[in-house]
Structures are given as C-alpha cells and as structure tokens.
C-alpha cells in the first residue's frame, strides 16, 4: 500500500508513475466508470461513489481466501436475491476484466475494511499491501442500479429525497446457510404509493442481477420487523398511511453473513464506496 | 334466430343442416375452442364458459353500431387496462378470423343480452335474428386469462378455490371519456399474502392485453371502496390480516359504461357465458 512518497524507492516505474500522479492536481471525470475508478486509484477520491457514472452498475465487494470463496459462492448461488453476483476473480488475481478492462480491485474503490476473524483490523483506501495470491473477489449487485430506474420512470424515492441512507432492517427469514455461512436476510425499505408501488415491481423484477424484486410489501411485522422508525442499518423514513412499505433483499446481508461466521481474513469495500463498473444498467434489465 | 323446426322453411341448406345439427345427439369436445364454440353453435350448450379450451383466450364482447363503435374503439383506446381489445370485425361482419377461422360471433356464445336504449330487451342463445350490417363487434381480455397462469404458478385465487364469482367494485377512478362512453372504472379484487401478490403483479404484467398489472393493492378506501365485504358485482371474499387486496381493471367497465351510454341498440355477451377464441393464452405474453 502506498502510503507516502518515503515507500517509493522499492517500487516499480509504473508504481513510481502512480504515485507522481496521486501527488498530480489531475482531475477525473467521476461522470465515467474509468473516471471514477482513476479517481480512487490516483485521485485521492475517498468519498461515496453515488452518482458516480450514471448508467453504470456499481458493486458491493467481498473478497476471501479460496477455501471460505467456495462456500460463499455456494451461499450467493442459493441466496440469489440478498447476493446477486456479478461478477467473479480468478483465485489470486486482483482483476475482473468482465466488468471493466482497466479495474483493479486493490485500488480502485475509495475505502476498504480488512477483516480478521471478525473484526476490522483496518480501513485502508487501497489493498495492495493486504493482497494475497489465495484471495477471490466477488462483485455483488447493489440497489443503486435499480434505484436509477425507478428514478428514470418518474418514481420518488424517499431516503434520496431527504438525502440520507434507506432504512435496512435484519428479518426474522433465514438466508440457506452454505458451510461457515449463515444468517438472516437484511432488507432495505422504500415506501410507495400503491400504484407507485406496483411499478416498482415492475421495474426491479427486470433487474434480477441487483436484488430484482421486492421480497415483502405491506406487512412488516411478517418479516420480523416490530418497527419501522427503528432500522437496524442506515436512517429512518416517514412512511405515509396512504403509503405500502415496499421491501428489497438488501446487499448488506452479505457483510452481515460474512463478519458473523468470522473468517480469519476477508476484505470488503466500506459502506456507501462501491466498485463502479463498466458495464452498463441496462444490460442487467432481464427484459 | 332458429328458434324451433317449425321456421326452418325458409332457411338454406347450410341453415338446415345447422338446425338439424342442433336436434342430433352429438357431443361437442369443450377442451379445444372450436369444440366449445361448437357446443354453443350447434349442442344447445347455454351456460357459463368458464373451464372450457384451457390455454385458449376467452373474451367479453361488445357488439355496437358503426356510430357508436367508433366513439367506442376511442373508449377502448384511452382505457386499455379496463378494455383491452383482442379482436375486432369489420362493419357489418360477424366474424373475426384473427381469433379463429371457424368463428361466428351470432352463434357461438353460448347466451347473449340485447339492449335497446340501455335496457336488456332479448336475453337469446344466438343473434343471427338481431343481426345488422351496420354493427361492429369488439373481442375484449378477459381475466380468465390471467387467473391460468397465476394457478400455473401455484398461486390459489380465493374465489375459484371458494367456487364462487369473483367480487367487483366501481370504484371512484373515473375513466378518460370518449364521446357519449363515460364512466367510473370496475376493478375484481383477489387476495394474496405479501409474497404472493408480488408474484402476482409480475405475472399479470406479462398480459398486457387481459388487462395487465393490477391497478392498486392494499388501500381500498384510495378508490373510493369502503367495504371489501360488500362488493357490487359478484361474490365477497374473506381477506386475511395477513394478506394485501389485490385489484385489477376489470372487463365489467366496459358494459357497464355501454349500459349508461343507453345505446340505441347493442348486444353483449351474458355474463360468464364468453367468446372462446383460437388464441393461445401465451401468445398474449408480453415477455
């Protein structure tokens, strides 16, 4: 990891190249996927990526060393909605070249957290000096995309309309456990009016690779959850009585199940700072 | 309109034959649409449709003068989800060969209703005797429709599992006017649990064209319905604490806004008893 110019002298050309333009006064067009992943990786970017690169699909990240990636491919592959994966590494390699040819996953999100036996052992802004050859990356869809949609089609979304994060809530359903990993399913909130609400299920069910379609709507306390003001994650929204609590499998149950089966080594991005991919919303739609 | 032998006289050899059909003792195969419009035709079958040709669209029917079907063809236009049209003759024919080429709206329904200014004034089993040649049938979606592919996907519909009618409400939607066709949209309801009526917005969207995604779920008072248990057309339904009331644009609407309109003349369908056409369910798929 490259934390100053004191580290250089060990380093390559191309390393060297990185780290006079980190000190540079470039600036990146956060408005494409490549400007928005150059400006983590040498723009000093350590901020939220939303509204980064509109159109394009950003990722949550969860990276792990082989033996525990096998079971959580296993578990995303039988908990499709909560964990849409889209898109894989090589046992070792820091690159996915299906989501972008120019994407490094050790450098190009703004904000990382290492993980050691369930615990955040550090909050870097890149991993290259955690990097280890056993490690695979899983890139997981995130509601971003379908939320763009839903914004396209004329629909308010509240948490965006107050500016603050959506309301997630920890369910009584049980994802399929799949070795070390198990746990409830987490869900984020929208409330619609009805009519509004039935679009939104239109909308994400064409959106399966990010979440796709609701999970629940109307009746919370089916899902465990006693109280709406009360989210376990994020912040709370008002929700009108003339309204349909509308509820999403959420990307976070992912983290939640990996810092409780507590793997002695695991690498996530930090919350809100996603890896922004080339590839486009649209190619997610289903139909 | 054969009646009895006693007026076949001055009928052809085609009528004859008709007539003569309709003495026998055949039995018609109301498993395929040609065997259910037989059944009407020619086996004096008059009660209701439904059951008959599954896989096959069945439609209400509106059948109207030149002048009105016009105006109507606009009704139908600006309220699709209430009056989509499958099929449409030409001014003064009686058949529809798009939806069948053994098809001959006059005879094939097993009951229909004559109106004159608004009032039913003849209920026949065949209207080849208040036939004109300046009247244009209309071929309208029907839930039948919808409803085979919610119980292929295993979801139960209450009213079917109770063996009872759907329940329907005018509700206080008006629909967008044409002409002298005015009119408060009619919805059916049925209940799901939360999981189920997400399921059932996603299926119903595929058929756009027997009238597509519900039109609300779960605030009945928002359409100006304010007792679910009394619904005015049909049969109530118990609606769990557990489950959402689903409400679709129902093919009511339409006759009921003929039926305000007091047309000079008109003919529909009798209730339950429908078209059957050749068209597949699926082919109305929209994905």
Redesign the interface.
């Known amino acids: 990891m490259i934390q100053s110019a004191d580290q250089i002298c060990n380093l390559t050309w191309a390393d060297g190249m990185v780290a006079a333009l980190k000190r540079s006064t470039l600036t990146f067009d956060v408005s494409t996927p490549l400007g928005a992943r150059h400006a983590a990786r040498l723009g000093g970017h350590r901020g939220p990526t939303a509204g980064f690169a509109p159109g394009y699909v950003q990722g949550n990240l969860a990276i792990l060393p082989k033996d525990l990636a096998d079971e959580f491919l296993r578990f995303c592959q039988l908990n499709p909605k909560p964990c849409p994966i889209i898109g894989m590494s090589e046992v070792g390699s820091p690159f996915i070249p299906a989501l972008g040819a120019d994407l490094d996953i050790r450098t190009d999100v703004p904000g990382y957290r290492v993980w050691k036996d369930g615990e955040v052992v550090d909050e870097p802004a890149d991993v290259t000096a955690w990097w280890r050859d056993d490690l695979v990356t899983f890139a997981i869809g995130c509601s971003f995309s379908f939320e763009e949609a839903l914004i396209e089609d004329g629909l308010s979304i509240r948490h965006i309309d107050l500016d603050c994060n959506v309301p997630m809530y920890r369910t009584n359903v049980p994802c399929a456990p799949a070795g070390r990993f198990a746990g409830p399913m987490v869900v984020s909130m929208r409330p619609f009016k ?2 509004d ?2 679009r939104a ?2 909308i994400t ?1 064409r959106f399966p690779a990010v979440h796709g ?7 919370p306390g ?1 899902l465990g959850i006693s109280d709406l003001a009360k989210p376990d994650y994020g912040d709370p929204v008002p929700v009108g009585s ?1 309204e ?1 609590p509308v509820f999403w499998a959420c990307g976070v149950t992912p983290q939640s199940v990996i810092r409780a089966a507590k793997p002695s080594f695991a690498i996530t991005h930090a919350p809100g700072k996603m890896i922004v991919t080339d590839m486009k919303n649209s190619k997610l739609a289903a ?1």
């Not at 379609?213 to 009746?219: D, E, F, L, N, Q």
Request: aromatic share 6%; proline share 11%; charged share 5%.
């Open positions: 009805p009519a609400a039935i299920i239109q069910s379609a609701p999970v629940h709507i109307g009746h089916q003339d349909i139909f």
